[in-house]
């Protein structure tokens, strides 16, 4: 919720998660509207989500009253301004490498950046290294576009057959993200 505004964003049926759909459900004066609407939906997100996508928003001037009541809620479709809005659906889950891979496609060098599995990350010929979050869009955007390849010991990223940066792995498991630390030096000393 955003003042008395319901914001949804749809990631689902997005490929790669590009310019997903943006509802905006409410009113100028109270929230009312907005909860109304929950109520009578059954607390049920995906028949909202039903609802809104049977509204025609062809027109400027709309009479959005889903539940068949003139209220003052007022919907608005629009698509999201952040471009690199990535749905996590379309790329799944990203387990940490226990092994390097016989190829380092897309897929394992996105795994190895996004569980930390790695340091001393390198920009090219000196050059700062690009920050990992871009590089991790642009693994998603582009998967057929990058390969890892080592030598002497460094990862080199290579995005269309040029390197980009080069990095040391480090493949063992990263600590839990949620634990703090004094818990998992609680439970190795007990497992030990």
């Known amino acids: ?21 943006k509802y ?6 109270s929230v009312e509207p907005v909860w109304q609407l ?9 028949t909202i989500i039903e609802g809104l996508e049977a509204l025609d928003f062809r027109s400027n001037v709309r009479d959005n009253s889903l539940l068949g009541v003139h209220t003052d809620l007022t919907v608005r479709k629009f698509f999201a301004k952040e471009r690199p809005l990535i749905a ?8 940490p490498l226990h092994e390097a891979p016989p190829i380092w496609s897309a897929r394992p060098l996105m795994a190895l950046l996004a ?10 010929a000196g050059s700062p ?4 979050a871009q590089l991790l869009l642009q693994m998603m955007e582009q998967p057929q576009s ?18 980009v940066a080069s990095l ?9 993200r949620l634990a703090p630390d004094s818990f998992v030096d609680n439970v190795a000393e007990w497992i030990n």
């Not at 996590?88 to 387990?95: A, E, N, T, Y």
């Not at 569980?115 to 090219?124: I, P, S, T, V």
Request: glycine share 10%; with cysteine.
């Open 168 to 176: 040391l792995m480090e493949l063992k498991p990263p600590k839990p």
């Open 38 to 46: 929950i109520k009578g939906c059954q607390w049920n997100l995906a």
């Open 1 to 21: 919720m955003q003042t008395s505004y319901l914001q949804l964003t749809l990631l689902s049926d997005i490929p790669d998660g590009k310019q997903p759909v």
């Open 146 to 163: 990058w390969l890892g390849h080592e030598h002497r010991g460094r990862l080199y990223l290579l995005h269309e057959r040029k390197a």
């Open 88 to 95: 996590p659906s379309s790329i799944g889950l990203l387990q």
């Open 24 to 29: 905006s459900l409410g009113s100028r004066l």
């Open 129 to 132: 290294a690009p920050p990992v």
């Open 115 to 124: 569980n930390g599995q790695y340091q001393d990350l390198q920009g090219r």
